[in-house]
Each structure stands twice: as structure tokens, then as C-alpha cells.
T-cell receptor, first 114, second 114 residues
Framework: AQKITQTQPGMFVQEKEAVTLDCTYDTSDQSYGLFWYKQPSSGEMIFLIY??????QNATEGRYSLNFQKARKSANLVISASQLGDSAMYFC???????????FGKGTHLIIQP | NAGVTQTPKFQVLKTGQSMTLQCAQDMNHEYMSWYRQDPGMGLRLIHYSVGAGITDQGEVPNGYNVSRSTTEDFPLRLLSAAPSQTSVYFCASSYSWEMNTEAFFGQGTRLTVV
């Protein structure tokens, strides 16, 4: 069984500051993938970034980077230079060796203040 | 470029009624899945399919039925709606079930059972 823990239910951050959203995971799979999705108030799920368990480099996509620490089982999302449009729910998720979909955390509600 | 299309976007049902949530994708993806999102719970997998004619249960399958007669369509049937099925439902598709594959989500269906 897989488990994702997001310990920050909500965060307030000033515009232009960097943001770190925490994610820890638990799995018995040797190979797995870690994902971050953004859900704005309009409700859709937007893929942000992916990290494979065997990837040696941390994933980056524009202003998003994933701070992957395998020994600590953490996969934190870092948003550099936050913008008002970054205000949303953020979900960490993972999948493993089987076909049984993604396991999601409960999410972090990020609010960017001007 | 439609991606994953869910219909309807909103639905109110009476307890005991049945209905089908429609999901269609135009990306020729083999893997499709249904999730429900409840407040404070993240997304949980209901059913999934690795290809036409093949379906399996996820974490919370009770009260739901699926079929996959074509690659494009993956409808979710509520057999006898209950208030506990009030939720937001997301359909997702991906190229394959393998761990490094991004899932594309539909816009969601907000279902209320009274």
C-alpha cells in the first residue's frame, strides 16, 4: 500500500517569495513515480511536475522544482518567485509498480498575498 | 484539442436513482480511471481500466460500476445513489499505467445526492 502525507493544510505566502510545499510518502515498491498537481478554484487538475524514483537529478519545470530526498521519502514542491495566479490547492501523488492509479495526499491550500 | 471530456458538469440526484457519468478521451490512451474527491480527503480511485474490455476496482468501488467497450469511452454508473456519493468525480486518462506517465484529468462532475 502507498501513502502520501501533506502536513500543511494551508499556507499564506507573500507574492514573489519562494514557496516550499511538503510531501512525504511511504511505499514498499522499489520503482515509483511522484507527481504534483495544481487545482485552482475553477476545479480542474493541472499536472505540474514528475519525479521518478530512479532519477538522479531533481525534476524542474519552469518555476517549479521537486526537491526529491529518497532516503527521507520526501518530494517537496518548490515554487520560485510566487505569483498571485499560484493561489490554488496543490496535491502530491504517487504511483508504483501496479496499474492501480495514483495515490493522492490531502492537499495544501496555498494563498499568495500581494 | 478536447483531451478528456466529462458530462455532465453538475447533477442532482434523489436517493435511489441511478445515473451514468460519461467520460471520453481523444488521445488514444490505453489507461483510464475514475476518482472521487471529497473535502479534506484528496482524490481516491474508484475504478480503472488498462484497455478496452478490461476493468478493475480501485480503493472505493462500492456502489459504482464501469465498463470499457471502446478505447475512447469509460462511463461510470451509479447503481442506486446514496447521499454518501455526494462528491466531485474526476475521470483521468494516460498513455499507459506505467509509473512515469502523466494523467490527464477531465473538468470534473459535481454530484449531489439528496
Amino acid at each position: 500500500a502507498q501513502k502520501i502525507t501533506q502536513t500543511q493544510p494551508g499556507m499564506f505566502v507573500q507574492e514573489k517569495e519562494a514557496v516550499t510545499l511538503d510531501c512525504t510518502y511511504d511505499t514498499s515498491d522499489q520503482s515509483y513515480g511522484l507527481f504534483w498537481y495544481k487545482q485552482p478554484s475553477s476545479g480542474e487538475m493541472i499536472f505540474l511536475i514528475y519525479q521518478g524514483s530512479y532519477d538522479e537529478q531533481n525534476a524542474t519545470e519552469g518555476r517549479y522544482s521537486l526537491n526529491f530526498q529518497k532516503a527521507r521519502k520526501s518530494a517537496n514542491l518548490v515554487i520560485s518567485a510566487s505569483q498571485l495566479g499560484d493561489s490554488a490547492m496543490y496535491f502530491c501523488a504517487m504511483n508504483g509498480g501496479g496499474a492501480d492509479g495514483l495515490t493522492f495526499g490531502k492537499g495544501t491550500h496555498l494563498i499568495i498575498q500581494p | 484539442n478536447a483531451g478528456v471530456t466529462q458530462t455532465p458538469k453538475f447533477q442532482v440526484l434523489k436517493t435511489g436513482q441511478s445515473m451514468t457519468l460519461q467520460c471520453a478521451q481523444d488521445m488514444n490512451h490505453e489507461y483510464m480511471s475514475w476518482y472521487r474527491q471529497d473535502p479534506g480527503m484528496g482524490l481516491r480511485l474508484i475504478h480503472y481500466s488498462v484497455g478496452a474490455g478490461i476493468t478493475d476496482q480501485g480503493e472505493v468501488p462500492n456502489g459504482y460500476n464501469v465498463s470499457r467497450s471502446t478505447t475512447e469511452d469509460f462511463p461510470l454508473r451509479l447503481l442506486s445513489a446514496a447521499p454518501s456519493q455526494t462528491s466531485v468525480y474526476f475521470c483521468a486518462s494516460s498513455y499507459s499505467w506505467e509509473m512515469n506517465t502523466e494523467a490527464f484529468f477531465g473538468q470534473g462532475t459535481r454530484l449531489t445526492v439528496v
